[in-house]
């Protein structure tokens, strides 16, 4: 193998690093952008809440049960933090095996 063969293998292996590089930074942008999207759909359906009734709820099943609030419990884990029913609450989403977003 001369060198000009060499040049050419690592420049090939270069490109396929970069790709794969590439290819997971858009994955993980992606996962974060749903992510946002859940906790967006939480605290839109909070804030309807608090328009109509006056107040936030307790808890998140109120707002699936009243609210039509739907998200995939299977693959997201939502902290839903009311701590006083005219304070909107702290919402965290954390995808299922990732860290807290």
């Excluded at 590089?21 to 999207?37: C, D, G, K, W, Y």
């Excluded at 909070?46 to 998200?71: F, K």
């Excluded at 702290?90 to 095996?97: C, Y």
Aim: negative net charge.
């Amino acid at each position: 193998m001369n060198r000009k063969d060499v040049i050419k293998l690592l420049l090939i292996a270069a490109v396929l690093v970069g790709a794969v590089f590439l290819v997971n930074r858009i994955s993980s942008a992606q996962e974060t952008a749903e992510t946002e999207i859940v906790r967006n759909a939480v605290k839109n359906a909070a804030l309807t809440c608090y328009a109509v009734e006056g107040a936030y709820p307790d808890d998140i099943e109120y707002l699936r049960e009243h609210y039509r609030l739907a998200y995939d419990e299977e693959r997201y884990l939502i902290t839903y933090d009311a701590f006083a029913s005219n304070m909107i609450p702290d919402i965290w989403v954390t995808e299922k095996g990732a860290g807290i977003r």
